[in-house]
């Protein structure tokens, strides 16, 4: 029997069967109308506009066009076009003149409710089995809490709380003279409003009291709230600094991945925090899961009240204005336990009101193209940008409508009774992802002409910050409950004219703490400020003009840019002396470095350094190294575009992968500043990389000169933070008459090695790790499989104590900038098999075989792991690594054997789903290593994949078999993975999907073990023959 929902069927005995498929289809019925053009924005499931409404522009006249029917002597003459075309033709004039109406009534909070409240039955919802309904209803679904972790600091009891300070223009403002020299400088700038001044030296003398520090534990609020970032991950969002005050923070997150720039900040800070940062396991989409996001908002409170930021946004399509829905669904549902809402609002949006004072001063001197001054003498800042679109100016209105209500009557069904404290300090405009778009970077380079400034996001965090934690503190904040009037009557509902005069007074005090950066100054209409400073913008830089409109023409602007690089870095340097120098742009009779040999040449592809010789001219040619880069993409070899030495170390901030702070330095000697003594390529991601010179020569009289790789700074929930920065060195010699430079390091490993055992020490796996380990590797699996699967525990932080006891021991001979993986074995032992987190585990290691091959040497050792010391083991690891290029006995030695070949042959289809795994990406392997210990400088800098002859960055061999585990793990079921072998055939590279091939199965049951086979291919390549080439060859015991 059909249920009456097009994909659910009602079957014998009340059992509920689903087609996927079908549902899939009821999705894309007409009550969805799924798309994410201007038009069409409605989401497949989840919030969506209005049955009959085909955008959010028209969605934002319908709400306010309601509001002008029932308070018809408020807005006279309506702002509000009846005709859906004439809004369409000029919104923003009706925007303006509607907020400027609401807000100089007494009814400004009364309007502001209902079209809230109204919001609720105006939007729909579809949930998972394809019905829509009200977004009402959709917070009246029984529906549980999302599986959630946390994540603790293991110096939680040392931490202190918030260090109060700003970071502004490279200086660092942290004491309380400096905090209030700050604050008037900004005020004097007119980049924020008097209030906003008052708050930052009111809370630097709150901080200055207890020592430059704010701990909200010392008010006991970690025991009574909980702080509810919602949209947390955004780039402007606090939960990083909501911790080190004390807080315990909940925050929103749309996939793992995405979760990964709020650790790294927690990271980069080196501060211990004394809250607890929880999140959804598997991500959290408030439009598309809102009651479950509510649920687990409550679960994770516990009781507790709330403290809540909404940081949601997402850019284009019509989004903003269903995130604005979701926030205030989460307000409703939320309210009568929330005591504190904070918005953060776009200067650019909306209008409000300012001092008549500072009105008066902008028009004298600036005029008054963007401020309105009524007859009552009330003066009105008009602020919208057109190109930002109705959409973003609809969240925003409703930030603003939210903060109101919330302040004066709280929120929720019970509201009216519970006002709570309620910000929307404006934000600054702030140099955000958002500024790479070309028209609003030619505008803003000239916006400063105009008053106008670019906040770094650095700095609007911690203002921002700062004036939530005055606004939370401070009982007479403007945006605090209790400086209400005492005895203030309670808002009437009547039809009387002042009604709701007492919340009309409070609303405006709102507006008090203005930090806009000059976006409210600006000496004329914003729209026409902003689009004079685009021209004129692009009149200044006609290439970035051509690249908005012409991408054809970005993209080889792009490629020339990228091609001039080490022609500009060589100039700067040609001046210097020193054999670091020479190595870089030549000179008298020394060569620039063209060949940078690791081992062997005969092993470096030939796609690898050698090359380099060919195109050693193209950094004088540019239009040749960028019509190479454009013929040949992204991929392309980046050491193409100039010579060797140049290249590596420029090279390290070309591609995707360049961040805000990455940024190359010359290192020169105090008494002798021409001399080059370094040069040091300095990454955001942690990975730091530097050329040196020694001041040392080979017997031959060559130069030596350093790479030197820094890495390793530790995540907070790891076992052992004082390892916060290691160093690898490796010297070359520098052939100034050939122009090459060759690794000094060992080149045959120490037979001594064999038999040698070796104690790796204990360590306790930590439920921080497991849950690191799922965020990384296995997403969506629980903490029990990851736990007692195979890969988990030999990346639980023993390869860190196995490398510096063997690879790294210099009696082993090895270099390690050469090491890679060849095949790794996982085996599981026969004893406990208990839970083993939060026990300390023993690590052995046993180096047994050293084999010549043709590529170089491998050395197979056996990891053990055991609970107890010599005991038996309950995981072992059987690796072999490859030594690649070296040759001990000469190229043709006698003992040289050929390594594996193994063929693009494929296990076929078996009529199953394919089973994908995208690598670990560039930005993620960093936190891999912190987890595993593994710090092998090819997996986190370019250079070294480079000098090897790889396409750059790889990743590690121990992190691809456990990301193939997790994507067995659901095709395989309940039965157990006995042993798991691969051989590494090709290198794994950042962010590339990969298909996994597994072979017949055992039936399941089965007593006897067996063996089936598996492959991972690279379905976006294709080898001469036309087949997938495999990347992994492997099998499994089951």
Do not use: C
Request: hydrophobic share 35%; glycine share 10%.
């Amino acid at each position: 029997m059909n249920g009456g929902i097009m994909g659910v069927t009602i079957g014998r005995g009340g059992r509920v069967e689903v087609d996927p498929r079908r549902v899939e289809e009821a999705y894309r019925a007409p009550g969805m109308r799924p798309g994410r053009g201007p038009r069409q924005v409605r989401q497949v499931r989840g919030i969506g506009l209005p049955e009959g409404v085909d955008n959010p522009r028209e969605a934002l006249r319908v709400e306010m066009f309601r509001a002008v029917l029932r308070h018809g002597d408020v807005f006279v003459p309506s702002p509000i076009p009846e005709s859906a075309k004439d809004f369409r033709d000029n919104w923003w004039d009706p925007v303006l003149g509607f907020e400027m109406m609401r807000q100089t009534s007494p009814r400004r909070v009364i309007v502001a409710d209902e079209i809230l409240d109204n919001g609720l039955d105006f939007y729909r919802y579809g949930d998972v089995y394809g019905r829509v309904m009200t977004v009402r209803e959709a917070l009246e679904l029984p529906v549980g809490p999302l599986p959630h972790e946390s994540l603790t600091h293991p110096q939680a009891r040392q931490a202190r709380g918030y260090r109060a300070g700003v970071t502004y223009e490279g200086r660092r403002y942290e004491t309380r003279e400096d905090l209030h020299a700050l604050a008037d400088q900004l005020l004097e700038g007119n980049l924020i409003s008097k209030g906003a001044a008052e708050a930052l030296k009111w809370i630097a003398d709150y901080a200055h009291d207890r020592g430059g520090f704010i701990n909200v534990r010392d008010l006991n609020l970690h025991n009574t709230h909980l702080f509810y970032e919602s949209g947390g991950t955004a780039e402007l969002a606090t939960p990083d600094l909501a911790l080190q005050a004390g807080f315990d923070v909940f925050t929103t997150h749309l996939t793992p991945a995405d979760l990964e720039p709020v650790l790294a900040r927690v990271v980069e800070s080196h501060v211990p925090f004394a809250g607890r940062l929880v999140w959804a396991r598997n991500g959290t989409n408030v439009l598309t899961q809102l009651p479950e996001t509510v649920a687990t908002v409550q679960a994770v409170a516990s009781g507790r009240r709330l403290m809540v930021s909404h940081s949601l946004y997402a850019g284009g399509g019509g989004r903003e204005t269903l995130l604005g829905v979701a926030a205030d669904a989460q307000n409703y549902a939320l309210g009568p336990v929330m005591d504190a809402l904070f918005y953060k609002q776009s200067p650019s949006t909306g209008a409000h009101e300012i001092p008549a004072g500072l009105a008066r001063r902008i028009i004298e001197t600036q005029g008054d193209g963007n401020i309105t001054v009524r007859s009552d003498g009330r003066a009105f800042v008009h602020n919208i940008w057109h190109d930002q679109g109705p959409s973003y100016q609809n969240q925003n209105q409703r930030k603003r409508w939210s903060a109101e209500v919330a302040l004066t009557r709280g929120l929720g069904p019970s509201r009216r009774r519970h006002p709570m404290i309620s910000s929307i300090n404006v934000g600054p405009i702030a140099n955000t992802a958002s500024m790479d778009t070309p028209f609003i970077q030619n505008a803003f380079t000239q916006a400063a002409r105009y008053g106008v400034r670019v906040a770094e996001p650095q700095t609007f965090r911690e203002v921002m910050w700062l004036l939530q934690l005055h606004d939370l503190i401070n009982t007479q904040a403007p945006s605090h409950p209790q400086r209400q009037s005492a005895g203030t009557p309670e808002p009437q509902r009547g039809d009387g004219p002042q009604r709701g005069s007492w919340e009309h007074a409070d609303a405006g005090r709102l507006s008090g703490q203005h930090v806009d950066f000059g976006a409210y100054r600006v000496g004329g209409d914003f729209n026409a400020v902003v689009t004079r400073a685009g021209v004129q913008g692009a009149i200044r830089h006609p290439i970035a003009a051509a690249r908005d409109r012409l991408p054809v023409v970005g993209r080889v602007f792009d490629a020339v840019d990228v091609a001039r690089a080490p022609r500009r870095f060589e100039e700067a340097v040609r001046h210097m002396e020193g054999p670091l120098a020479r190595a870089f742009t030549g000179g008298g009779e020394a060569q620039p470095v063209r060949h940078i040999f690791l081992g062997d040449a005969d092993v470096i592809p030939p796609n690898g350094p050698r090359a380099m010789a060919f195109f050693a001219g193209a950094n004088r040619a540019p239009f040749v190294g960028a019509t190479a880069q454009l013929l040949a993409g992204q991929r392309m070899h980046p050491s193409v575009y100039g010579d060797a030495l140049t290249s590596d170390v420029f090279g390290q901030l070309m591609g995707h992968r360049t961040g805000p702070r990455d940024r190359v330095e010359f290192l020169t000697p105090p008494d002798s500043p021409n001399v080059l003594a370094g040069v040091r390529v300095s990454r955001s991601n942690g990975q730091h990389v530097e050329w040196r010179d020694s001041g040392r020569t080979t017997p031959e009289g060559q130069p030596i000169l350093q790479q030197v790789v820094y890495f390793g700074r530790s995540l907070p929930d790891m076992r052992d933070p004082r390892e916060e920065v290691s160093e690898m060195a490796v010297d070359f010699a520098y052939d100034t008459a050939r122009g090459e430079m060759r690794s000094l390091g060992p080149r045959a490993v120490n037979p001594e090695i064999v038999g040698r055992r070796v104690d790796a020490g204990s360590h306790v796996m930590t439920p921080e790790q497991v849950a690191l380990f799922g965020r990384l590797v296995a997403p969506g699996q629980s903490p029990e499989e990851i736990a007692y699967g195979l890969t988990f525990a030999p990346n639980s932080g023993v390869l860190g104590p196995v490398l510096r006891g063997v690879v790294l021991d210099p009696r082993s001979g090895i270099d390690f900038n050469r090491v890679m993986v060849h095949a790794l074995e996982f085996r599981r032992g026969v004893g406990d098999q208990s839970p083993l987190v939060g026990r300390e585990i023993h690590t052995t290691v046993l180096p047994n075989v050293i084999q010549r091959t043709e590529r170089g040497e491998i050395v197979q050792a056996e990891i053990m792991m055991s609970p107890t010391p010599g005991g038996r083991p309950f995981r072992t690891v059987e690796a072999s690594l490859i030594v690649r290029g070296n040759f001990p006995q000469g190229r043709r030695g006698p003992d040289i054997e050929p390594d594996s070949h193994v063929t693009d042959h494929h296990l076929g289809d078996r009529g199953e789903a394919p089973l994908t795994f995208r690598a670990m990406s560039a930005d993620q392997l960093p936190l891999f290593a912190r987890l595993n210990g593994d710090w092998n400088p090819l997996h986190q800098a370019d250079g070294v994949g480079w000098t090897a002859g790889l396409p750059g960055v790889v990743n590690p061999g121990f992190g691809t078999m456990a990301q193939v585990e997790a994507a067995l793990r659901g095709r395989l079921g309940p039965r157990t993975v006995w042993v798991l072998h691969g051989r590494l055939v090709r290198p794994v590279l950042p962010g590339r999907e990969y298909q996994v091939e597994l072979g017949s199965l055992p039936q399941e049951g089965s007593s006897q073990l067996s063996w089936a086979h598996f492959q991972v291919v690279d379905p976006s390549r294709r080898n001469k023959e036309g087949d997938l080439p495999v990347v992994v060859n492997g099998r499994l015991m089951l």
